[in-house]
Every structure is written in structure tokens, then in C-alpha cells.
């Protein structure tokens, strides 16, 4: 049924409204006449964007728990009501739509973990009736993105980046610095034990999800790991890996496989366990929810209280208020399962810049990259 004129009048009156900080205008409109708050302008406003740009909590508030405002919805820059909030420095509004954000999330999150099982059931029925799937991306579903080809190519200004099928950049050099600062990070407090001490014999045992264009493998091999395991399924990179030399790195075995795969695989007693020092986290073509499975699993793979994990947050990363959202969210779905998470910026500033050619760029106006940092909480 096609949205009728009336309506579409009634929610734009509600836009003009909310624009003009007319609050009584606005609970007769959404309370009366059922004005809908997630219709957006010619400049893909909604009442939420407008009435966050006059700074009002409470009619924010109202437009979300008594209309159908969407906190998520972006105008045609790519900025939420949040976004819109930060950018004019009202920061009360901020802090209540970034309230709102994870809060939403987080029931997500859980709404889907719930759901996970049931679904995996029902893919089995498609494919036992041989319906036909619909064509998927590389870029959000993880097998077909391990059933694509890669290329590994430089882009104008010499920076290394591995583009897939479709255009989308899987790995660029620009974030080179993110993963410097990360091992660097990761290795401290076996840097500091290591400090000092002539020929130390200090073990360190460090595992690397996602080899990509491997340039966090590079920083970590400066540390010279005892076991670096590397985690990697896709054929080309894996052929990328070698065709460098990493495979005859000193401590490296790559396990050629996603990372449930390894799971299963310690599980089923079919690889060794161990106990890792520093774990990172970095794939291509997964979800959040993918990443907080992993996070389930990590007090297992931890060796020690001193031992670090990180993840590369790019969660979120095409505006401010989904960045905090994701960053809260994370933080909260680790504290779960007992890992405090401590938060550095590293300033990626110029580097956004490096797009040409690939398509979904990302972070834009979002700010520093933040890097998180977790251990076990005692
Ligand atoms: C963004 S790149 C990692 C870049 C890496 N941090 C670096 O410094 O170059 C993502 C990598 O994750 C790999 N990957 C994708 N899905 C995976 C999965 N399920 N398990 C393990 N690795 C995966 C991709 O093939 C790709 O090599």
C-alpha cells in the first residue's frame, strides 16, 4: 500500500515541529493524529534529527517512547540524530541517544544469540529442498567471501591494500599504524618482564585471527613469539602469505582454517591447546555477533592475568554515535564474561583520505581510532 499524501503531510508537519523546538505542536501530532517519526525530509531528516538539533532530551525522549522515531536512521550524509547532536555540542542530547543506542543493542544482541540456534535449523530445511539462497556479498557473508578472489594491489599513493570481488577494501595499508600501536600493546608487559634480563628465555605465545595483507603479523614477529599461531581460511591470502615468505617465519604455523574451525578442532583435541599471551581479532565479512562469540571463548585461551587481547574496532564506523554505541556495547558484552577493557586513541587523521577506487569507505568524521585493550578482571 502506498503511504498516502495525508500522512506524509502530517509527518512532515511533525519534522517542522520538532525543528522549531514546538513541543506541544509535537505531542499533538504523534499523540493525536498518530504523525509517524520515521518519515524523513528532502534532506533525510526525521523528527529525532530535528528535534536534537534544538537540543531537546525530553522531546527526544518522547518522539522514541511514544512515537516511531528510529534512533538509527541516517539523513543523506550518513549522520543519525546523535551525529547531528555532536556536531551542534549538545551533549545532553548525545548522552541520552548513545543511552538509547546501546541499550537497544545490547537487547539485539541478545534477542539474536537467542535466535542463532533456530535459524542454523531452518538453513538446513532450505537446503535440504533445494530452494535457491539469494545471492549474498562478500562483504556480509563470510562464505562468500571466503569463496571469492582477492587481488593484492597498491593503491596511488603505494599504500599495500587487498581488494575482493566486489571492490570492497578487505585490508589497507593506511591502517598500518592502528597495528603497530596494537602489538606494541599487546606485547607490553612482556616487553617489561623481558626488560633487562640478558637472554631471557620468557616464553611469549601470541595468536593472530585474520592474516589479511599481514601487517599486524609483522609487528608481532618483532617481538620474537615462541608460537605464533597465525588463524587464516581464505586460499588466496593464504597463498598471498606465502608467496612473502611468512610461512618460514621463526614461531609461525598458520592453521588454515576459520577460527570456529580452530575452536572446534581444540575441542575435538585435534589441535594442541595453548595458552596465549596475546590474542588479536581481526576478520573480514563478519558480524558483531560473530566477534562476541569469539569474546565467549577468550578467558579459555588466556594464558595468564597479564595476558592481553584486542580487536580491530572498526564497529560502527561511519558515525560518531554508532562508534560510541559499539564501543559501549563491546565493552559491556567483555565485562560479561570477566575482561576489563581499557581504551587508547590513535590518531588516524590523514589517512582517511586513501579510498580511491574502493567502495564502502568508512569512518569519515567518526574522530580517533580507539583501540581497545582487554585482560582478565581479578
Ligand atoms: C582485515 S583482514 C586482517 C588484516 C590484518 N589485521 C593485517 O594486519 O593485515 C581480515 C582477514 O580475516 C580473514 N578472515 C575472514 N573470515 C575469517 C574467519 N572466519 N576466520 C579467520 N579469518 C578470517 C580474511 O581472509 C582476511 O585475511
Known amino acids: 500500500m502506498d503511504y498516502s ?11 517542522e515541529a520538532a525543528a522549531e523546538d514546538d513541543f506541544e505542536k509535537v505531542k499533538v501530532l504523534v499523540g493525536e493524529i498518530k504523525a509517524d517519526a520515521w ?69 539485539r544482541a541478545a534477542m539474536e544469540a537467542a535466535a ?68 606494541e600493546r599487546l606485547c607490553e608487559p612482556f616487553t617489561a618482564r623481558r626488560k633487562g634480563v640478558k637472554d631471557s628465555e620468557e616464553e611469549l605465545n601470541v595468536v593472530n585471527v585474520g592474516f589479511g595483507l599481514g601487517i599486524i603479523d609483522s609487528y608481532l614477529q618483532e617481538f620474537s613469539p615462541t608460537q605464533h599461531l597465525i588463524i587464516e581460511p581464505h586460499p588466496d591470502v593464504l597463498a598471498h602469505a606465502r608467496s612473502i615468505g611468512f610461512f618460514d617465519k621463526p614461531g609461525v604455523r598458520f592453521y ?22 596475546a590474542i588479536y581479532f581481526d576478520t573480514y565479512s563478519e558480524h558483531y555477533s560473530d566477534l562476541h562469540a569469539f569474546f565467549d571463548v577468550l578467558p579459555n585461551l588466556l594464558r595468564s ?19 560510541d554505541v559499539y564501543t559501549s556495547v563491546s565493552e559491556l558484552h567483555l565485562k560479561d564474561i570477566g ?32 583501540l581497545p585493550l582487554c585482560k582478565l578482571e581479578f
Open 5 to 15: 499524501a495525508e500522512a506524509l503531510g502530517y509527518a512532515l508537519q511533525l519534522i
Open 39 to 107: 518519515v524523513q525530509d528532502a534532506q533525510g531528516w526525521t523528527a529525532l534529527h530535528a528535534a536534537a538539533s534544538v537540543g531537546n532530551v525530553a522531546m527526544c525522549k518522547y518522539l522514541l517512547r511514544s512515537g516511531n522515531a528510529v534512533w538509527q536512521i541516517v539523513d543523506n550524509l550518513g549522520c543519525t540524530a546523535g551525529d547531528i547532536a555532536f556536531s551542534l555540542n549538545e551533549a545532553a542530547v548525545y548522552d541520552f541517544l548513545l543511552g538509547e543506542g546501546v541499550r537497544a543493542e545490547m537487547l
Open 116 to 183: 542463532a540456534s533456530e535459524e542454523e535449523e531452518e538453513e538446513e530445511e532450505i537446503d535440504e529442498d533445494g530452494d535457491v539462497k539469494p545471492k549474498l556479498s562478500t562483504a556480509s557473508d563470510n562464505a562468500t567471501f571466503l569463496a571469492s578472489k582477492l587481488k593484492f594491489t597498491k593503491d596511488s599513493s603505494g599504500q599495500e591494500i587487498a581488494v575482493d570481488e566486489e571492490g570492497n577494501g578487505v585490508m589497507m595499508g593506511w591502517e598500518r599504524e592502528i597495528m603497530r600501536v596494537s602489538a
Open 256 to 277: 588454515e582454517g576459520t577460527w570456529r574451525q580452530y575452536l572446534k578442532d581444540l575441542e575435538d583435541e585435534k589441535e594442541e591447546y595453548v595458552g596465549f599471551d
Open 305 to 323: 592475568p597479564e595476558s592481553r587481547f584486542s580487536f580491530f574496532h572498526g564497529l560502527g564506523a561511519t558515525s560518531r554515535l554508532l562508534y
Open 339 to 370: 575482561l576489563t577493557t581499557e581504551w587508547g586513541d590513535v590518531d588516524i587523521g590523514n589517512a582517511v583520505g586513501t579510498w580511491e577506487g574502493v567502495d564502502r569507505k568508512y569512518w569519515g568524521e567518526v574522530g580517533p581510532y580507539r
